[in-house]
């Protein structure tokens, strides 16, 4: 047997869901942007491989915002 929920755990989490995703929507776009502008200088720059453009840039933007 799977794990069932009642109509009222489902209205709770879909509660939850609608107050916090505004919140994620605003941090995937900030996210965006300042993945793009690592990206930019990464690409601008003649020492880095371009296979290694796009991961620098993720892993400098998540490490600015404290994700390490």
Do not use: H
């Not at 047997?1 to 209205?11: A, P, R």
């Not at 995703?21 to 601008?44: A, F, H, N, R």
């Amino acid at each position: 047997m799977g794990n069932k929920f009642s109509d009222i755990e489902m209205q709770m989490m879909f509660d939850e869901m609608k107050k916090i995703m505004p919140l994620q929507m605003q941090m995937v776009s900030e996210t965006s942007k300042l993945i793009s502008l690592y990206y930019v200088e990464y690409k601008k720059n003649p020492n880095i491989e371009p296979v290694d453009v796009v991961p620098l840039a993720v892993k400098s933007a998540l490490s600015q915002m404290g994700f390490n």
